[in-house]
Structures are given as structure tokens and as C-alpha cells.
Nanobody, 114 residues
């Protein structure tokens, strides 16, 4: 199983980025999926999740700005991030889980400059 995250980078405040997470060895259509982030010296926090049925959930700090989605045919998870703020800076990880199976990608760095 491999989750390959990409799309991070350096962006100015107010800008946008779209993260992608391509999966191999598992099928997102049957899995819960999510994005988490971790800033230096801080704990990993929930950004957004989506159940296998397609129901999204967002962390309070990103509601109205970020959108989680998935392309079942491409087996890829996305995170569209708009109106980025410096506090959104961190390493972003994709996650997929069901029952006792829990998989993490390697992370992609997002840096938002003020």
C-alpha cells in the first residue's frame, strides 16, 4: 500500500493550492480518507476527512476555505485550499483507514508567506 501526496509549495497569503494523494494497493471507494497537517512543534491536527460514503468533515479553522474531494476512477484524493493564511503552514499528510487498517502518506509541505 502506498499513498503518494503531492502539490505542496510556497504561496502568498490569500492564494490557493491543490493537494493530491494517489493511492496504490487500496481502493479509496471503500475507505475513509482524510488530510491532516502538522506545524513545527505542534501536534498533528485534522484538516478534513471524508467517509467512504462521501460525507465530508472539516476542521474549524479551514471550514469555508478548504474542500476535500476524491476521484474514484483515478483513486486519488484532493484537497483544494483557498484563501490560505500563514497559520495554514505545515506538513500535510493524507490518510486512509477502514476497520483496523490505517495508512499514511509521506507528507507534502505547504508554506504560506505573509
Amino acid at each position: 500500500v502506498q499513498l503518494q501526496a503531492s502539490g505542496g509549495g510556497l504561496v502568498q497569503a490569500g492564494g490557493s493550492l491543490r493537494l493530491s494523494c494517489a493511492a496504490s494497493g487500496i481502493a479509496f471507494r471503500w475507505m475513509n480518507v482524510g488530510w491532516y497537517r502538522q506545524a513545527p512543534g505542534q501536534q498533528r491536527e485534522l484538516v478534513a476527512t471524508m467517509t467512504a460514503a462521501g460525507t465530508p468533515n472539516y476542521g474549524d479553522s479551514v471550514k469555508g476555505r478548504f474542500t476535500i474531494s476524491r476521484d474514484i476512477a483515478k483513486n486519488t484524493l484532493y484537497l483544494q485550499m483557498n484563501k490560505l493564511q500563514p497559520e495554514d503552514t505545515g506538513m500535510y499528510y493524507c490518510n486512509s483507514w477502514v476497520l483496523r487498517s490505517d495508512y499514511w502518506g509521506q507528507g507534502t509541505q505547504v508554506t504560506v508567506s505573509s
